[in-house]
């Protein structure tokens, strides 16, 4: 009632975030502190201790449903690309590992690749779980990412990954080929589109 009362904005967002601790730690009252918290979001949107309170209340509640709709709404106030992709990576793996949604996971692990090109294991999640019939998926939704992205470096890496599955798991060598040309334009020097260039032809004369 404090916290209701009070016209001080500063204050009335310390006495709902206080309460919402007690509620969760001393009262094991989870409903209520989330609503409190998000009282204190209410008041302040960027408030991350409030928003981090709230997952935590949802993993230890193992509501894992919930806590990957929280994270992927978080998505909305986060512009960098690691952050972008740290956070699509752990939704990727509640769908994988507490919900056994595997299409989802793999939708999840796409776009957290579109945004950090250089992780190996979201790679490796990938080739996991797309199945026959998935890859064309996988692949557009890389393709998209290379067009709207405004980083050389990470259009040159999706780049000579993009091309490395159209060869391997889409049977398309003139789409691996466009994209490789596209990174060494991009970067000419790049190494590891050389190499994939190179070995693209050795295929086609094999």
């Known amino acids: 009632?404090?916290?209701?009362?009070?016209?001080?904005?500063?204050?009335?967002?310390?006495l709902w975030f206080r309460s919402a601790r007690i509620l969760a730690h001393e009262m094991k009252d989870r409903e209520t502190a989330e609503e409190f918290y998000r009282r204190v979001?209410?008041?302040?949107?960027?408030?991350?201790?409030?928003?981090?309170?709230?997952?935590?209340?949802?993993?230890?509640?193992?509501d894992y449903e919930g806590l990957a709709g929280l994270l992927i709404d978080r998505l909305d106030s986060e512009s960098e690309?690691?952050?972008?992709?740290?956070?699509?990576?752990?939704?990727?793996?509640?769908?994988?590992?507490?919900?056994?949604?595997?299409?989802?996971?793999?939708?999840?692990?796409?776009?957290?690749?579109?945004?950090?090109?250089?992780?190996?294991?979201i790679?490796?999640?990938?080739?996991?779980?797309?199945?026959?019939?998935?890859?064309?998926?996988?692949?557009?939704?890389?393709?998209?990412?290379?067009?709207?992205t405004d980083r050389p470096q990470h259009a040159v890496a999706l780049c000579v990954l993009v091309a490395h599955w159209y060869e391997t798991y889409g049977g398309r060598a003139d789409a691996a080929l466009n994209l490789?040309?596209?990174?060494?334009?991009?970067?000419?020097?790049h190494e590891p589109a050389l190499v994939a260039l190179c070995q693209l032809y050795e295929h086609a004369e094999a």
């Open 1 to 14: 009632k404090a916290a209701e009362f009070n016209d001080d904005h500063d204050i009335k967002k310390q």
């Open 41 to 62: 979001l209410d008041l302040d949107p960027s408030d991350a201790q409030a928003r981090d309170a709230i997952e935590q209340l949802h993993r230890t509640s193992k």
């Open 81 to 121: 690309p690691e952050s972008r992709a740290r956070i699509l990576r752990e939704v990727a793996e509640l769908y994988e590992e507490k919900l056994a949604q595997p299409e989802s996971a793999l939708l999840a692990y796409t776009q957290a690749l579109a945004e950090d090109a250089e992780d190996e294991s």
């Open 123 to 148: 790679k490796r999640a990938i080739e996991r779980l797309a199945g026959e019939g998935q890859w064309d998926e996988v692949l557009v939704t890389l393709g998209e990412a290379i067009e709207n």
């Open 180 to 189: 490789l040309n596209r990174a060494l334009h991009i970067d000419p020097a």
